[in-house]
């Protein structure tokens, strides 16, 4: 089944929603808006309301209040006590999610997202200028802090859907090794079983089906151990780097794992190039090897998802529209041949 990333060029929110609902009504996602507001960039989005937060332009660093250690000790009672109310996403920071929420009468399932750990933390910083993910005490509490938000987002998308999936998108996990974590600005290294935990602090949130998306190769083997039901990444241009874990794949299969293929590019010159028939042509080469782990081909079309490489935001309004229309085409072309 057809479904997106998040991100859209638009800036009017009904018309996002429109385009999203045109082409993916049996999973759409509702849109980010990064062009309408600079607080829909993923990483502002997420961040209001966490104690001492300021945003300054498109960057964010934390400056800790004078109640500062009380407010943290307030995520944590609420991340205890699932009291997940008081940390919505306001409009003003999401329109879509909220247009979407009010605009949609029913879908079986209904795609939300949200900014990961470790891509939160790598991207803001202390007072210092140091990632948020080089101090331990701020690293937990905003991993319980998105908990908090991912249970919120979920809970709301159950107003239009009954099975909603929260992705937690990670471009991030790009600095992922096969040990560590590294962080180029600081010059330091975090234990990989430091970062699984970050990310599953905010993965058990999520009641229902959950994603991880990444937009660039990196070590594999640890969204795929992790608890997901859905790994997301960008199939057009990095395939190979997923075809050096055939056991991981195999055993995320087994189970009953699922794949979003983003086999459909959202570069304008790469999208002009590209037919249906090219990209199936394309996701075919992706998906052979794995069938050479007794998992045939059709098994992998039925535990799969196709998507765009990433988000749409960078796009002109045609392109984006297009690129949604090749995922819905191919996805259908592909479920006739296969009956699916």
């Not at 996403?89 to 997202?113: D, N, P, T, W, Y």
């Not at 939160?120 to 908090?148: N, P």
């Not at 075809?243 to 979003?260: L, M, Q």
Request: net charge neutral.
């Amino acid at each position: 089944m057809p479904t997106a990333i998040g991100s859209m060029p638009h800036t009017n929110v009904e018309e996002a929603c429109s385009v999203v609902m045109k082409h993916l009504p049996a999973i759409p996602a509702w849109p980010q808006l990064p062009m309408r507001s600079t607080k829909e960039s993923m990483n502002i989005q997420f961040s209001e309301g966490f104690p001492g937060v300021v945003v300054d332009g498109d960057k964010i660093h934390v400056e800790p209040p004078a109640k500062f250690e009380a407010e943290l000790k307030q995520i944590y009672i609420d991340q205890k006590e699932n009291n997940f109310d008081k940390y919505a996403v306001s409009a003003e920071h999401a329109a879509g999610l909220h247009a979407f929420i009010s605009g949609v009468k029913m879908a079986e399932i209904a795609k939300g997202q949200i900014t990961g750990p470790i891509t939160w933390g790598f991207t803001v910083t202390d007072k210092d200028g140091k990632s948020a993910l080089c101090d331990e005490t701020l690293a937990e509490a905003m991993a319980k802090f998105l908990r908090l938000k991912a249970m919120w987002q979920e809970n709301a998308l159950r107003k239009i859907s009954r099975h909603p999936i929260i992705f937690v998108d990670e471009p991030s996990l790009v600095f992922l090794s096969s040990s560590y974590f590294y962080l180029p600005r600081e010059k330091i290294s975090i234990p990989k079983e430091k970062v699984a935990a970050l990310l599953e602090e905010v993965l058990r949130g999520i009641k229902g089906l959950k994603g991880m998306h990444c937009c660039g190769g990196t070590n594999w083997s640890l969204p795929l151990n992790s608890t997901i039901d859905i790994l997301s990444f960008d199939t057009y241009n990095y395939a190979s780097s997923l075809t050096r874990y055939p056991d991981e794949v195999k055993s995320f299969f087994g189970r009953s794992g699922n794949i979003a293929w983003g086999i459909v590019p959202n570069n304008e010159e790469s999208l002009a190039k590209e037919s249906v028939s090219s990209l199936s042509d394309r996701l075919g080469e992706a998906m052979a090897p794995f069938t050479r782990d007794d998992i045939s081909f059709k098994q992998i079309l039925k535990q799969s998802l196709l998507t765009p490489s990433c988000g749409l935001a960078g796009l002109s309004h045609e392109a984006a529209c297009r690129a949604l229309e090749l995922v819905a085409e191919l996805s259908n072309n592909l479920r006739r041949r296969y009956t699916i």
